[in-house]
């Protein structure tokens, strides 16, 4: 459910994301009118549809119980106190929100171990980088899965590997500009790093050697309203003229 006038009634439930670990699926909930039921519907890792937009300002955490019948998260935003262990059957867990063009607006809260990580993953390695410091918010696209296994309890499951692609404002994406932040953004650290300088820069080649009269040559005008480098978009439009599978 996108944020709407009703959104913070009771039986009002957000669109959620989901990972099985098991089979390495990623998904999201749909509400199924025929049978009145919560299914889930997959997504395609490495497609148009896995990129979202995560708000780092309203991230939280906390802890967790999910089982059959019963879910329960409790969390509170990062950098405020963390709320009160409640009890063995309950988990470390997080949350944030996410939003991408074909979906909407999506909740994200998992206390299973696998996503769990690797979403802490992206909120640390977010950190290290000006845009953050700037207000800016990531564009993640889950791209692949990788195996992980446990030998404590003998098994293995299946972890995403989610990547940040680009930064956007926050104030871009309507459902989080409703939203009040309840988490800043880092201070400014002369180690953190701009995001484009991590993009994969072609390595130096040697100039071609050429004879005299080549040397001589003038070079081509270049000709008339023909740009001299190609016209740099907007990450967001970009992002928004995705092509998107039907769903």
């Not at 896995?50 to 802890?63: I, N, P, Q, S, W």
Request: with cysteine.
């Amino acid at each position: 459910m996108p944020n709407t006038d009703i959104s913070d009634l009771h039986g009002i439930f957000p669109t959620s994301l989901r990972w099985n670990a098991e089979m390495g699926v990623l998904g999201y909930s749909a509400y199924d009118e025929v049978t009145g039921e919560q299914t889930i519907k997959e997504i395609e890792l490495g497609s148009s549809k896995a990129k979202f937009v995560m708000d780092l300002h309203t991230r939280a955490r906390g802890y967790g119980s999910v089982r059959q019948g019963f879910y329960d998260m409790r969390l509170t935003p990062v950098e405020t106190p963390a709320p009160e262990w409640p009890g063995e059957d309950y988990k470390p867990a997080i949350g944030c929100w996410l939003w991408n063009p074909p979906l909407g607006e999506l909740r994200l809260e998992t206390n299973q171990k696998t996503l769990l990580r690797a979403v802490s993953n992206v909120w640390d390695q977010a950190r290290t980088f000006k845009e953050a410091a700037e207000g800016l918010i990531p564009i993640i696209h889950f791209t692949d899965r990788r195996e992980q296994p446990y030998p404590a309890i003998g098994r293995t499951f299946w972890c995403p590997i989610i990547i940040i692609i680009t930064w956007v404002p926050r104030e871009k994406v309507p459902p989080f500009a409703l939203r009040e932040p309840t988490v800043k953004p880092p201070p400014v650290l002369d180690s953190q790093v701009r995001f484009a300088l991590l993009e994969a820069q072609p390595a130096p080649q040697p100039a071609p050697q050429r004879d005299a009269a080549t040397r001589t040559r003038s070079k081509q005008p270049r000709k008339p309203n023909e740009p001299s480098k190609p016209a740099e978009r907007g990450a967001l439009d970009d992002f928004l003229d995705d092509e998107i599978p039907e769903l």
